[in-house]
């Protein structure tokens, strides 16, 4: 990494301008830097001229949030531009292009998705994507499988693994997520109001034996290369085009973390939804909306799992009768354990969602937080046992009052 | 490894004399070859005045068995020396020592373990190791516990994982023992009276969904770092000490591939002693001896590693109240399906055990084969719900006429 330097604006144009068939000789480029501020630069260069533009993401090698104090590898540079590579093959129509990768700058060059937003900030504006859970169903199916021993050469796929060893982001889940939550640890950040809800969770043992049971998968199961961070605010989207982003946090670990994450993501919009009331129907009727999604995310993804295993699985073995069902029914099993994971961490753990943020008067805020936490530990609960992603909808709607 | 070249026995000769501090300045040094032909030269190097003596185990570039045409990276050398550095750390007294390990020559330089046998050789002269369960629960308590998340700082331990990425030998194992004997494959060798058997388990999809399922653990769960290969040729015994040797197979896998793998060759010479017939009553009391150190190993492993999570866990959640007892009564279900699927691959796989094929009557020796594959297919099938190591016994005796 010894010819490493963080960008300026004028380098990023500078490098911009020198990507071949990229901008029209002598374009004035133009550049805005707009990273969420964390872990990286994400300069948006483009010419006003031509409509062209680029994205340069950059990974700087210490975590900005506390400034330069707390160093991280910039290798995980690396490991997002392989994974989006994997991942564009997989899916070209459902990731961002990457045009160019420079390991010794940690840059990665990719498409520009300006014309998408966040889905998180779509879910909070209330729209609706009819084609999203077809989208991230093929999504996490084809990711899923086909870089799973199910698909691949099981030599490749330890090589692959070996390559995707993530020790550094892999810790920041395996604390923030499944161990901070559940004790009185100085990383969590939660409403004074809130502090008997989660004075039960630190108390509740039979919750925290499914969390280190969650917790070990995610330590120990490497299943399928993960996205490893999906939740919506690493989904680009518009009514015609879901497009997955930012996959730094990819490490070989179990596929229902990939999965319960989105599930997780919508549920704690639909337990946002408690900061709208235009009316009850039609609150009642977007957190349909919302539970119709959850179910059709996992039904899109199980039936395009299943066809994908009839048709492309490598392993002899795994067309052994019996084998595809039990290994479908642990995935369900594992989804709805980990959404309920990823569901708790986000309303007293160190970091939040908009979605329930964002409610600005607090006893409508803490409704919200409180019956996030309720459907999360409800969720993480069941997951052993659960059968159908239906006990996911019984489980919101019951805790919903 | 542009510096490879295998070595003559007089050039392990002079390599010997250059050991500082193994032999007197001056010795006539005495080299035997001593390897079993398939992986590796091993020399045994010797100063007949002073006694002296000390191994020097060379990996060749191919597998000897079939000419220089199988082609076999000497990184398992490496992976070799770095994994009996890690056991003899953890497990000084029961490990060879490691005197030195050269890179470049796929070279490592251990302790003579001469005045031991192999412990197949020993339990095929019906000796007793009263000590051997202690021993060998010890080995894989200590070696298994401290490699895994439990104990390790779970970052330290991915590098670990990273460094144990073992392809080739992994996929021996994922052929010859998870796959070739449950299909007619060319792989397989077998005595033509045991045909019946051998394709009543090509047709037994029960069995096969059970090995599906133990196939997976083995290429997914990197629960610590194994040896891969204990079967009773990688241990040298005699009566007051045990010595595992030869962890070329080490990677990350599931902890109950080890204990499995002793108590399957435990089991096999169990089957073997139909070839045995003193009286009656002497095989039923080898026999019982036997029996015994099955369940014994078993204890004496889970008292061991029960004792050691209590005081050494590293990790703040293996402290959870119930989640010791449920992961040591999965460890017992994987021994025991592990268990089954190293008994079944050693009588018509490609690789047999000489405690069932060193007897010369066919019809003695069907008999112990037909044994080894009862109490194999049940341990395979009962592995998933059993509770007790007593139904290993109990198996075993009911399939013994």
Avoid at 58 to 81: F, H, M, N
Wanted: glycine share 6%.
């Amino acid at each position: 990494m010894s010819n490493y330097h963080a960008f300026t604006e004028a380098e990023a144009i500078e490098y911009a301008r020198g990507i071949e068939g990229m901008f029209p000789e002598g374009a004035q480029l133009v550049s805005r830097e707009i990273g969420d501020g964390n872990l990286n630069l994400v300069f948006h260069i483009s010419d006003p001229v031509s409509g062209r533009s680029v994205i340069l993401k950059q990974a700087v090698p210490y975590a900005k949030v506390v400034g330069e104090s707390w160093p991280l590898t910039l290798d995980r540079a690396r490991i997002e531009s392989e994974a989006l590579i994997i991942q564009g093959r997989l899916c070209p129509d459902l990731t961002p292009k990457v045009y160019a990768y420079e390991p010794d700058l940690a840059l990665t060059v990719m498409e520009d998705l300006s014309d998408h937003i966040i889905m998180r900030r779509g879910l909070m504006e209330r729209n609706r994507y009819p084609l999203f859970a077809g989208h991230i169903g093929e999504f996490l199916a084809k990711t899923l499988f086909f870089t799973s021993d199910l698909a691949m050469n099981q030599q490749e796929k330890k090589l692959q693994v070996k390559a995707f060893i993530n020790p550094e982001l892999c810790k920041i889940t395996e604390d923030l997520i499944f161990d901070d939550p559940y004790t009185d640890s100085p990383n969590n950040s939660f409403d004074v109001h809130l502090r008997d809800a989660v004075e039960s969770i630190w108390a509740d043992t039979e919750l925290h034996l499914e969390v280190a049971l969650l917790r070990e998968k995610f330590l120990t199961k490497a299943q399928a290369l993960l996205h490893g961070d999906l939740h919506t605010g690493s989904i680009f989207i518009k009514p015609d085009s879901t497009k997955v982003i930012d996959p730094e946090f990819a490490y070989y670990g179990p596929m229902g973390f990939d999965i319960g994450a989105v599930i997780a993501n919508l549920l704690l919009n639909y337990a946002g939804q408690e900061g709208w009331s235009p009316s009850d129907a039609d609150r009642a009727d977007y957190r349909r909306y919302l539970l119709d999604t959850v179910r059709d995310v996992w039904t899109e993804f199980e039936t395009r799992f299943r066809a994908l295993w009839n048709e492309h699985a490598a392993d002899r073995m795994a067309k052994t009768p019996g084998y595809q069902d039990l290994y479908v029914a642990g995935l369900l099993q594992d989804t709805i354990g980990f959404a309920g994971a990823k569901m708790v961490r986000r309303i007293h753990g160190l970091s939040h969602v908009a979605d329930i943020d964002r409610i600005e008067d607090a006893a409508v805020r803490e409704r919200a937080q409180r019956l996030a936490l309720a459907i999360g530990t409800a969720l993480i609960k069941r997951g052993r046992s659960a059968r159908s992603i239906d006990e996911v909808l019984d489980i919101a709607l019951s805790a919903t009052k």
